[in-house]
């Protein structure tokens, strides 16, 4: 083993200043069989957690940000006539919720409503049920959010205001898929210039309301579909000029209702749905910079998403493009999936995980149950595991105070490409970058990496120059200018790796001649994209055998063939490849299962190390999939790569057995290290039925210059652990990891 002096480097010279690695750690910790033996940690070097950032910066926050926990009970129609205002009340306070989301609506109104076409619930009967809530919310010193419903209406409304409509594209009325009475409003009519700023006002004169949320707009994953007269006459949906009109509007709006709620208190505040993590609507760099509290609606797994770790991509989306800011995400307490069960507890094991994915990720944990007569009367299970997992984060908040994420490697999230790109013209699929995505995240953890998500709007080398690596999933949109952001980060000593049609087409989705990367990183493009019938292609290896293969062929032994992908992009020849394409064929029958060309000059893959910087750049699709067929030659040559663009260094590790996420945060106190434990058997489909323990994950990292640490505290276990520090370099370990871990890191 080396010396770690050996391996004294520098980091990436930016705006702010290079920061020193660290060298290479002495003794092994014990092998992580998620790496599935295809290197040792030992060949692994962490680097410096950066200088702590200074006290000042902490202080004079608005009033959110002192929000730990939310509380919701969606109200229905009926609650009014059988809610115990003080049960509800009690509940949330003694769960330590410091806000809670009280129905204002707009469908139904929840106070004697003045205003035209604001329908009162038929269990109404005049009383001011809104009311009575905030008061005994304000009574047990919470925030209160009057939560509005702007996305549906009624048909007296229809009748009378005919444009307030969604339109299908023959002129008819687009209405709810479940309750035919109720119409789909348009974003882009006076429904929302008139009718919901005359709620909002009402809301203002009559109560002692904190912010204003806007619920069910705007669209979350997809963009609208409508066919009115002002829609008409707007670019095509799905489009990117629509894209930005639709994205206009949304601001515009928020805008326009965050001057309504600061009328009566200067520091309220509009905020809206802004989930649908990295399909989310509006762009979401420009909503960022405006909003002052990001609703992630992620409620929970269902069969079309069933990854488990959704929500945490979430924070990762949030952590992305909000500087700090605050993020919340919604926990249903109640079934999702479909079919869902709206009023029915779910499993204990999965509320806490999403819970648990929600403060690990860096957002403020929201539980919500629908309605009080079967939250409070006919299915109860909810409360207990939702109090209790509340008032445990209560007993640790400043631990979960975070300031910065810790991590060198950053995984670039095109939201465009995710919106707006149908797919290579070899298989269009609105599903295809959601599996791109999904492959990519499941090898990150699978290699136990800590790595953020980097918005294409935020490449500026200032924001970015704080990662070793970036990884393109396939981003088939980028600008010429985020192209050139991205060779600046090369040239000051990044490195990257993407894939595919990374950069093949411009912001406009127009289609590039050649990759708008193509100089970056050493690649020219042969021909249109070739998908799969039979056999996908291959990826020879080229490489003489040796004792010391390059670092993308560690572990391959016995084989000169490795998977390919299922879509490729050819690329013209370059000078000694390391693997090459074997074109796909024939899979059936197996008589016709060989090669009519068993050796091209094809590249699979292109290498390119200059200074610093090494640009690795696959010619198939192999994050997406990689997600189809979990094929472990494309999980061990996905870590090889990131491993080699990384240099092999990362700021925090992790090593065990088991598949887990990890987060690593500055917090007041110090650091936390976060494990979330996805090994059981229902990590990709279905809720969790059991949940299998992990045993010890060891910890390294290397603090700043001075740091000294008092203690390190298991905040599930609630338990200390002795550690160990070597040249600022800290070790512990974690014994065992149940679901979730936090291991607080307080420095003297």
Do not use: C, I, N
């Given at each position: 083993m080396l010396n770690r002096r050996d391996f004294l480097k520098t980091g990436l010279t930016t705006g702010v200043g290079a920061l020193p690695l660290l060298h290479e750690r002495e003794g092994a910790a014990e092998a992580n069989a998620a790496k599935n033996a295809a290197r040792s940690t030992e060949d692994t070097m962490t680097v410096p957690l950066p200088a702590r950032m200074p006290v000042e910066a902490r202080s004079?926050?608005?009033?959110?940000?002192s929000v730990r926990r939310v509380g919701q009970t969606n109200m229905t129609e009926h609650d009014p006539a059988v809610m115990n205002v003080e049960e509800w009340a009690n509940?949330?306070?003694?769960?330590?919720a410091d806000i809670v989301f009280i129905s204002v609506t707009g469908i139904l109104a929840y106070y004697p409503s003045k205003v035209p076409f604001h329908k009162h619930g038929k269990f109404l009967h005049g009383r001011d049920f809104f009311g009575e809530c905030v008061a005994a919310a304000k009574k047990r010193g919470m925030h209160v959010v009057a939560r509005m419903s702007p996305d549906l209406n009624w048909g007296d409304a229809l009748e009378a205001h005919p444009?307030?409509?969604?339109?299908?594209?023959?002129?008819t009325v687009q209405h709810s898929g479940e309750e035919p009475q109720l119409f789909k409003t348009c974003m882009f009519s006076s429904y929302m210039d008139d009718y919901i700023p005359a709620i909002m006002r009402e809301i203002n004169s009559l109560y002692d309301v904190d912010c204003f949320y806007a619920n069910g707009w705007p669209p979350l994953g997809?963009?609208?579909n409508c066919h009115c007269a002002i829609c008409s006459k707007l670019p095509d949906s799905g489009t990117p000029a629509y894209w930005r009109v639709f994205t206009d509007r949304v601001l515009d709006l928020w805008q326009r209702y965050d001057v309504i709620a600061k009328e009566k208190k200067a520091d309220s505040f509009f905020f809206a749905n802004s989930g649908g993590n990295v399909r989310g609507g509006p762009n979401l760099d420009r909503l960022g910079k405006t909003l002052a509290w990001f609703q992630a609606d992620n409620q929970g797994r269902t069969y079309e998403e069933p990854a488990v770790w959704g929500c945490s991509l979430q924070g990762r989306v949030c952590n992305a493009v909000l500087d700090g800011k605050v993020a919340a995400n919604v926990t249903a307490a109640y079934s999702t999936g479909n079919p869902g069960w709206r009023n029915l507890s779910k499993n204990a094991d999965e509320i806490r995980m999403?819970?648990?994915?929600?403060?690990?990720?860096?957002?403020?944990?929201?539980?919500?149950?629908v309605g009080a007569e079967t939250g409070f009367g006919e299915d109860r299970r909810w409360q207990k595991t939702g109090a209790e997992y509340f008032q445990w984060t209560a007993r640790h908040d400043a631990h979960f105070r975070t300031w910065r994420s810790i991590a060198n490697l950053g995984v670039l999230f095109g939201q465009a490409t995710q919106l707006l790109y149908p797919g290579p013209t070899t298989e269009r699929s609105r599903g295809y970058m959601y599996e791109t995505t999904q492959g990519l995240y499941d090898i990150l953890l699978r290699g136990r990496f800590a790595f953020d998500f980097v918005h294409e709007d935020r490449l500026e080398l200032e924001r970015i120059g704080k990662y070793r690596a970036l990884l393109l999933p396939n981003v088939a949109m980028l600008s010429d200018r985020q192209c050139e952001q991205l060779s600046a980060y090369a040239k000051a000593g990044g490195s990257l790796m993407a894939s595919f049609e990374t950069s093949l087409y411009d912001e406009n989705l127009k289609p590039r001649a050649e990759f708008g990367?193509?100089?970056l990183m050493g690649i020219s493009k042969a021909a249109d994209a070739v998908g799969t019938n039979g056999n996908p292609y291959y990826a020879r290896i080229e490489a003489p055998a040796a004792a010391n293969p390059h670092a993308l062929l560690r572990g391959f032994h016995d084989t000169n063939w490795l998977p390919g992908a299922k879509n490729r992009m050819p690329l013209k020849a370059i000078d000694n490849p390391l693997l090459t394409v074997v074109p796909g064929f024939v899979r059936y029958p197996p008589e016709l299962a060989y090669p009519p060309v068993s050796h091209t000059t094809e590249p699979a893959v292109v290498l390119r190390e200059s200074g610093k910087s090494r640009t690795a750049w696959f010619a198939g699709d192999i994050e997406r999939t990689y997600w189809a067929t979990g094929h472990g030659d494309l999980l061990r040559l996905a870590h090889n790569a990131i491993h080699w663009v990384l240099h092999d260094e990362s700021e925090v590790q992790v090593d065990g057995d088991g598949l887990a996420e990890m987060f690593c945060w500055e917090t007041e106190p110090g650091y936390a290290v976060h494990l979330l434990n996805y090994n059981n058997p229902n990590?990709?489909?279905g809720w969790m039925q059991s949940v299998t323990?992990?045993?010890?994950?060891?910890v390294t990292m290397q603090l700043p210059a001075g740091a000294r640490v008092k203690s390190i505290d298991l905040l599930m276990a609630e338990q200390t652990v002795p550690f160990h520090i070597d040249e600022q370099i800290l070790r512990f370990t974690i014994p065992v990891v149940r679901d979730y871990e936090v291991a607080a890191v307080t420095l003297a």
């Open positions: 004079s926050l608005p009033w959110q940000y509940y949330w306070s003694e769960a330590k444009e307030w409509a969604m339109r299908h594209a023959d002129g997809s963009l609208p999403w819970l648990s994915q929600t403060v690990a990720s860096g957002m403020k944990p929201y539980l919500h149950f990367l193509a100089e990590s990709y489909h323990p992990l045993g010890a994950q060891h």
